[in-house]
């Protein structure tokens, strides 16, 4: 079953110490993306990736740092985890399809609760 | 400047009834593709629909329907005869350079709150 997976799926940690969440994907998908989720704001990107090795900041990057040492992994890592951080995270990934599409269409995993307190 | 505006923060609308959730983007690339997603109280986000920049035809896929005016830069989600299980959270996203390798990480808006009663 094609699917991108998260974990863990809620974490509850405390400031400072040092958390990864992971993410797979099972479908050969280029492209890679972390957002968070928060009340009245929608999803805001944090990190993405375009392939093995390469990644770029999005919107609200300060405060993580991922790596995409294979294709089907992109984890996420708070080095030091501070309260405004808390959200529900979401990893997606999607197809690098030069013909456009409905095949960009990003496939989420199932959302990571975090908070931090 | 927000790329995709959502301007109705919550929706109410009666069981079976249509209802139209409001998506305007702003953007000057001329190639570009429009999603919905919905989000249940779940919190899985599930695609809906896809609208290409030039596609010729409004997108549809079951009930749903985007009612796509590229001159007014707007990408409405129809869903018609409104279901309970309806009830969710609404996002609209665009992501840019469609088919000419731009950044393939689509902007969501703030989305909307759908509530069905019946």
């Known amino acids: 079953e094609a699917q991108v997976t998260q974990n863990p799926r809620y974490l509850i940690t405390v400031t400072g110490k040092k958390l990864t969440v992971t993410c797979s994907q099972n479908?050969?998908?280029?492209?890679m993306s972390w957002y968070r989720q928060d009340p009245g704001l929608g999803l805001r990107q944090i990190y993405y990736?375009?392939?093995?090795?390469?990644?770029d900041k999005g919107d609200v990057p300060e405060g993580y740092k991922v790596s995409r040492k294979e294709k089907r992994n992109f984890p996420l890592i708070l080095e030091s985890p501070s309260p405004n951080q808390t959200s529900l995270y979401f990893c997606a990934s999607s197809l690098k399809s030069l013909a456009g599409g409905s095949t960009d269409t990003q496939y989420f995993g199932p959302g990571t609760r975090l908070t931090v307190l | 400047a927000q790329k995709i505006t959502q301007t109705q923060p919550g929706m109410f609308v009666q069981e079976k009834e249509a209802v139209t959730l409001d998506c305007t983007y702003d953007t000057s690339d001329p190639s570009y593709g429009l999603f919905w997603y919905k989000q249940p109280s779940s919190g899985e986000m599930i695609f809906l629909i896809y609208?290409?920049?030039?596609?010729?035809q409004n997108a549809t896929e079951g009930r749903y329907s985007l009612n796509f005016q590229k001159a007014r830069k707007s990408a409405n989600l129809v869903i018609s005869a409104s279901q309970l299980g309806d009830s969710a959270m609404y996002f609209c996203a665009m992501r840019e350079g469609v088919g000419t390798g731009g950044s393939y990480i689509p902007t969501f808006g703030r989305g909307t709150s759908l509530i069905v009663h019946p």
């Open positions: 609208q290409g920049s030039y596609d010729q």
């Open positions: 479908m050969n998908h280029e492209y």
């Open positions: 990736s375009m392939n093995v090795e390469v990644t």
